[in-house]
């Protein structure tokens, strides 16, 4: 055998190890799959039910979340989750239709998901965001909110509460 082949086979072993971290990470995330009614509660706002779609997509490699809400104060948006081949990490890429693009560092484990904003990205970072939300225990209903901080995640601010209900 020669050096090649070994090097072939090493990078295959490599390849199936940290897939099968990344493999483990997806699967995780299979209880978002499927249509939700996004029911958010801005303060001052009459909110009406949004609808949420989560969709795997690419040979279920990455997670796309797709949300429209007829109301001109919350945009529509798409955002795609990945994950870190080596260590299962997540990550989430959002954009909206306001033109807004930005990067959340992402956990989701034990039920909780979490969104975390703290580093400027693709657009400025006049303040910091984070999202936790709780899976409910039969996977039907997500409650979370979403809170945001202006003076370095010194203090956080509740700034307003979605829950997705499994709409199929």
């Given at each position: 055998m020669g050096v090649d082949d070994r090097r072939a086979i090493d990078e295959e072993e490599m390849f199936t190890m940290d897939g099968s971290a990344r493999q483990e990470a997806l699967e995780r995330l299979d209880v978002l799959?499927?249509?939700?009614?996004?029911?958010?509660?801005?303060?001052?706002?009459?909110?009406?039910a949004a609808r949420c779609v989560f969709e795997w997509t690419?040979?279920?490699r990455f997670l796309v979340q797709r949300t429209e809400i007829s109301l001109a104060e919350a945009p529509d948006s798409m955002a795609i989750i990945a994950t870190d081949l080596e260590t299962g990490a997540y990550?989430?890429?959002?954009?909206?239709?306001r033109g807004v693009a930005r990067l959340y560092a992402m956990s989701f484990a034990g039920?909780?998901?979490?969104?975390?904003?703290e580093t400027p990205d693709f657009s400025p970072l006049d303040f910091r965001q984070r999202f936790t939300g709780q899976v409910s225990e039969d996977?039907?209903?997500i409650r979370g909110s979403w809170e945001t901080s202006h003076d370095d995640s010194t203090t956080w601010e509740h700034d307003f509460t979605l829950t997705y209900r499994r709409s199929g």
């Open positions: 799959a499927g249509e939700w009614v996004v029911e958010a509660d801005f303060p001052g706002l009459d909110t009406p690419l040979d279920r990550t989430q890429h959002y954009f909206d239709s039920g909780v998901w979490r969104l975390l904003r996977g039907t209903t």
